[in-house]
């Protein structure tokens, strides 16, 4: 079966390192999201992409974070500064948009802790 | 603006019990409905999706789920429960004029007991 790649699985960081997460979207997809997990909030959009163009990254704060996909196997999230705040699970998924049906596939995610 | 709710945070059953997991949204215009779920310690996976046509929609693992536009509903149901349905289920919603993000519910926790 095809799959979603996200590397780190887990990430342990200090306040005000950089962190970069790294997604691998399956061959093919032509969309890519962004999502981040926590208890509190529960899943947030960060930002999607379409054919590696940001369509929307209006729940990333911009201060912080960027989200960038340099080729169409790979896109990145990064956060720099980090904050204790941004502790939690981020999650990546892809999908192929044709028409007016899609599915998307969620990768693993990558755990973060910033302590 | 588009939001979804799941009527229950958790829900405890004991084995071969019958499951209904609710969803509300509210978006008057058309939409596509997504139920996933997240076993512990693992990533999201798609149980089912309703775009069109019949509202009964099966998927996955003898998961069903009915949309009732009417109701703004699309409720998660399955008639007899495993262990392994341990899990947390999301409800998602895509309403087709907001482009293609989707909006989750909070999920809901089962816990089903041997």
């Known amino acids: 079966d095809a799959r979603v790649t996200q590397t780190p699985r887990h990430k342990v960081t200090e306040m005000g390192q950089e962190v970069t997460m790294r997604c691998q979207p399956i061959l093919g997809h032509n969309t890519v999201f962004w999502y981040r997990q926590t208890m509190m909030q529960g899943l947030e959009l960060l930002a999607y992409f379409r054919n590696r163009a940001p369509l929307d990254d209006s729940g990333m704060p911009k201060d912080r974070f960027s989200a960038e996909m340099p080729d169409a196997t790979l896109a990145t999230l990064k956060i720099q500064p980090s904050e204790p705040r941004d502790s939690a699970v981020y999650f990546c998924a892809s999908g192929l948009v044709k028409g007016v049906d899609y599915g998307y596939t969620f990768g693993s995610g990558t755990r973060l802790t910033v302590v | 603006a588009q939001s979804v709710s799941q009527h229950n945070h958790h829900v405890i059953l004991s084995e071969a019990a019958s499951l209904e997991l609710g969803c509300n949204y509210s978006?008057?215009?058309?939409?596509?409905l997504f139920w996933y779920v997240q076993y512990p310690g693992q990533h999201l996976q798609l149980l089912l999706k309703?775009?069109?046509?019949?509202?009964l929609v099966k998927g996955i693992k003898g998961f069903e789920a009915e949309f009732i536009k009417s109701k703004f509903s699309f409720n998660l149901r399955k008639p007899s429960v495993q262990w392994s349905d341990t899990a947390e289920y999301f409800c998602a919603v895509n309403a087709q004029n907001y482009g293609q993000n989707f909006v989750f519910g909070p999920g809901t926790r089962l816990s089903v007991l041997p």
């Open positions: 309703y775009f069109s046509g019949d509202p």
């Open positions: 978006y008057g215009g058309t939409v596509n």
